[in-house]
């Protein structure tokens, strides 16, 4: 994988100067919606084109008010974490044809991608991609972009919240109501994907 990325920004007076996260006396700053950190958004431009994602302004449009003057090292860190995803997970995407839904459940859950459908289809987008740069000249299918897709639209479907408020009456935390939700998740995917019963 290689990315190349670079960025721009105008000097601005009564702005900080901010490289890599280091602030730096100086008279002038740079003109920006974040820290305006030239150098890390540099970084995660080339980051993200070399996981053939859709670059910075996608993940952090200029105007958002997430990102109002936000420390660019936390554009850094998300790109780091999806960085983390496809390196533990693409080849689990490609081999995805030969998982159940239980095991697709999993990946969705490792892939975070129940609470970032977006980024995950993304994902998909590019590891079609690549799939398609090693088959050469072979057609250009692949079945486990659509299959996953219909996984998580049903994996989204079931009422998380109304599991999630009853057990939280019932007195349950965190991981065992993320381990309560897993059920109808695999059976939701597994109704979707055409299963009788639910395969692991
Ligand atoms: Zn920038």
Request: hydrophobic share 50%; glycine share 10%; with cysteine.
């Amino acid at each position: 994988m290689t990315g190349i990325g670079y960025d721009v920004h105008q000097f601005a007076e009564d702005r900080p100067l901010v490289l890599g996260g280091v602030t730096i006396p100086h008279s002038h700053g740079l003109a920006g919606h974040s820290d305006a950190d030239v150098l890390c958004h540099a970084i995660a431009d080339a980051v993200l084109g070399a996981l053939g994602q859709p670059d910075i302004g996608h993940f952090f449009p200029p105007g958002d008010p997430a990102c109002l003057g936000i420390s660019s090292l936390k554009i850094l860190e998300k790109c780091r974490e999806l960085a983390d995803v496809v390196a533990m997970e693409h080849g689990n995407i490609h081999r995805s044809s030969e998982l159940g839904a239980a095991a697709l459940v999993r990946l969705l859950e490792r892939c975070d991608a129940l609470r970032k459908p977006q980024r995950f289809a993304n994902l998909l987008a590019a590891m079609q991609c690549s799939a398609m740069a090693d088959a050469g000249a072979a057609p250009a299918v692949y079945p486990q972009r659509q299959r996953l897709l219909v996984a998580l639209a049903a994996a989204q479907a079931i009422a998380a919240d109304t599991i999630a408020k009853d057990a939280m009456a019932r007195g349950l935390q965190g991981p065992a109501i993320g381990e309560l939700l897993q059920q109808p998740r695999v059976v939701a995917v597994a109704t979707a994907l055409g299963w009788q019963a639910a395969p692991g």
